[in-house]
């Protein structure tokens, strides 16, 4: 019985559960986006960041979402093609900007650096050296609880930090670059609504839009 009772309320919180997503295919971005969006544009099914100040290394941040979003996993696959000033160069997620803080989950190629870091304060929370050249695909991905995060590179486990109990929008980060790409987006929890970006292709009818569009995504 205990099994069978088990088994009924994992079905509810799956059930329960939705997915905010934006494969960015679309030719302007989701209204749902807000932040810097002058800094963004969507191009060739992905979106393009652009932060790239002559002196200074500026991030420039868009978020979805609002302060009812908790415990979710957020995913994005990011390639930093371009530097500017090769100094600060990132792209990554932004989450749990409540209440003055933020954290940055970004990979940092002219440190070979895959970096957790407190926008503000710009701490260095956690890391983890890798090869990274430009121009390559990288998978990040955040798993957030009521009090913690989980953080991964291409599948791997960099590490988790104990957050204050916190909720809010979920952002894409660029700094220093000048040209950073993202693409396949996605928040899933028990607090997200179902929603696809103007960036998904729904299938029609025989299902001829969603494989014309994962047959193009995959021969990059």
């Keep these: 019985m205990r099994a069978i009772v088990c088994t009924v309320l994992s079905l509810v919180v799956s059930a329960s559960a939705g997915t905010w997503r934006d494969d960015f295919a679309a030719e302007r971005m989701s209204p749902e986006w807000t932040g810097d969006i002058a800094a963004f544009r969507q191009t060739e099914g992905e979106l393009v960041g652009v932060s790239a100040h002559p002196v200074l290394t500026v991030p420039a941040i868009i978020e979805v979402g609002s302060d009812r979003w908790r415990e979710f996993t957020a995913s994005v696959r990011v390639n930093v093609v371009k530097p500017n000033l090769a100094i600060c160069s990132k792209g990554g997620i932004v989450v749990a900007r409540t209440k003055g803080s933020a954290v940055v989950f970004a990979i940092h190629p002219p440190s070979k650096r895959v970096e957790v870091f407190e926008l503000y304060s710009r701490e260095l929370l956690l890391m983890r050296q890798s090869d990274l050249p430009y121009d390559r695909w990288?998978?990040?991905?955040?798993?957030?609880?009521?009090?913690?995060?989980?953080?991964?590179?291409?599948?791997?486990?960099?590490?988790?930090?104990?957050?204050?109990p916190s909720s809010g929008p979920v952002g894409l980060c660029v700094e220093d670059t000048m040209d950073t790409r993202f693409d396949e987006f996605s928040v899933r929890g028990s607090t997200v609504p179902d929603y696809?970006?103007?960036?998904?292709?729904?299938?029609?009818?025989?299902?001829?839009?969603?494989?014309?569009?994962?047959?193009?995504?995959a021969r990059r």
Excluded at 144 to 152: D, L, P
């Design 196 to 217: 696809n970006g103007f960036g998904t292709v729904d299938a029609g009818p025989d299902g001829k839009a969603a494989a014309m569009w994962g047959d193009l995504k």
């Design 138 to 164: 990288h998978t990040l991905r955040i798993d957030m609880n009521a009090t913690s995060a989980t953080f991964y590179f291409d599948g791997s486990r960099v590490g988790s930090l104990q957050l204050r």
